[in-house]
Each structure stands twice: as structure tokens, then as C-alpha cells.
């Protein structure tokens, strides 16, 4: 079991709260990053930084209330359908964990979603569904269950499906989600995150912030402290740009590239905790699932790990 960063009582309560509200919560977590980005990522000193890393190298002991059972359950990962989504997160999603997909409409995402739905009913846990651009009807998740030879019986009550298509339904649901969760709750699904954010064009851009800030405090509670996994689906937008890769237009640019509607960058999801990939097809059949960041990885740091999927060979 990975050692605990709060552990240590010589780390400032700042940095602490720093480093929860980025979800970094053990060592392991550290893997992959370095004092200067963590000092970056989190705006302390480096000072602050190297205080982590410092700390993270100490023995320590279990903690006197953690029991010997606990010591010995290691955390288990949740297995999708899709052998390339498995083996980019080296062996499936966590318990406890974030998997943001993001694609262009009509790729594999929510099918990659619904995998991941089966595989926790399966378990006999909760699901709660949440669709925001009609792109999942509840007949699509209850036929895929249906197929299922391990679901128990009771697979329908497993299921919650609900509807939220405007910014303030979504974020109504997120201030209440903590209380909503019950203990049998193992996964929650936000179907076209972006979608409620495209209905408010006109949205302030501090507004914004602010409300995916809520988002992702909301998120990392409920995947630290209930163990919850997180599935969001994402589609991307489109951006002109010039020769040289500067911002455009449609009649000025020279090129388009897809990228997250939501951004480029963890701004509603907490780092440590949480996995992104960005589905690449090439047909309607194949394509490549790229992982752009994760707990140990971020772009930049070594070409982008990459997997190619064919739905007809299910690799």
C-alpha cells in the first residue's frame, strides 16, 4: 500500500490543501512529476515542492487506527471491453478513479462508457447515468444488460438514468451528489459533460472557472473519500488555426485541429486521481485511443501513450 502524503506532519497545512485539491494523496501519486511541476501545477514555492518529495522518501508506518486487513486489500480496477482502453490504464480504471473520453460525435466513447456500466453491474453495484445530449436512452443501457450472462437479475434496479441538459441542472445535481451516493454506488457516469456548458455561450469566463472548480472538488471528494469511479465523456470542438499556430477563423485559417470543448488541461479534473483519452478513429470500425494524461503521466513527458482498436477484431 502507497504511503499517505498527509502522513507527514512536517508539510504546511497550505501545501496540504494543495495537494488534495489537485487529488495528489500518496506517494505513488508522485510518480511521473518533479518538484519544479509539482510547484507549478500547484502554485507553492519550489521550496514547498521539494518539501514533498522530501517527506514522500521518509519510512513511515501504517497508521495505528489502519487495521492488518486493510493493509492487505489492494485496490482493484474496473475492466472495460476494449483491451486498448484496458492496457492504456494499466489493466482498467481504479477504484476510486477519473476517466475522461473525449471524441468527435459518433465515435466509440460512450460505447467505451457502457463497458465500463456493465462491468460494475456485473459486480451487483450501483451505476448512476447521467445523459446530457440524448446520446444514451435508457432501452440502449438496459438491452446491453440484458446480454450480459453474469448481470444478477435485479440489473435494473442497479441502474439510476437521469436527464440534465442545462448548466444549472447539472450543477444542481453536483452540489447534491455527495449525499445522494449510497454505499453500494461504485460508478457515476457523466454522459457530454460539455454539452450544458455549449448551451450558455454567453457565460462569463470567471463564472465558468468558478462553476468547474465546484465540479472538481465535487469529483475528487466523491472518488477519494467514497471510492466512487468517475466515467465522463467529452465531445471535442473544433479550432482554426494559422500556418505558424496561431489562434484563426473559418476564413482565415489554415488548418483545424479537435481539441476537448472543456480544454486542453485538467481544469475540472483532479490530477492525481484522474485519466484522459482522446479516441482518434479512422473508420467506423478502427481508429487509436490516445492516453494524453493520468496519475503518473502528462503530456509532453515522452510521446503520448497510443493504442489502435478495431471493434471487429474487439482489439
Known sequence: MSKSLFLSSALPSSTRAALQRAGYETVDDLSGTSPEELSKELGIAISDSQAVFSASQRPAGPSTTQSVASLAVRPKSILSNHPAVDKLLGGGLPRGHILEISGPP??????????????????????????????????????????????????????????????????????????????????????????????HPNLQPSKRTALLETIRQTLLQASASKNLSIIITSQM??????????????????????????????????????????????SRTTGALRLVSSPIYRLGQGPAPQEEYDLTGNI
Open 106 to 199: 459518433g465515435c466509440i466513447k460512450e460505447s467505451i462508457a457502457l463497458d465500463f456500466v456493465r462491468s460494475v453491474v456485473e459486480a451487483d453495484e450501483e451505476v448512476i447515468f447521467v445523459d446530457m445530449q440524448n446520446m444514451t436512452s435508457p432501452a440502449a443501457i438496459d438491452k446491453i444488460l440484458r446480454g450480459s450472462s453474469t448481470a444478477p437479475p435485479h440489473y435494473q434496479d442497479l441502474v439510476r438514468y437521469m436527464r440534465l441538459h442545462t448548466l444549472p441542472d447539472l450543477m444542481i445535481f453536483i452540489y447534491n451528489l455527495l449525499s445522494e451516493l449510497q454505499p453500494k454506488t461504485g460508478l457515476l457516469v457523466l454522459n457530454s459533460i460539455q454539452f450544458p456548458f455549449q448551451s
Open 237 to 282: 470542438s473544433t479550432k482554426m488555426l494559422n500556418t505558424d499556430g496561431s489562434p484563426a477563423n473559418f476564413e482565415t485559417g489554415a488548418k483545424a485541429v479537435m481539441v476537448p470543448h472543456l480544454g486542453p488541461q485538467f481544469f475540472y479534473l483532479p490530477t492525481g486521481r484522474s485519466f484522459r483519452l482522446i479516441v482518434a478513429p479512422g
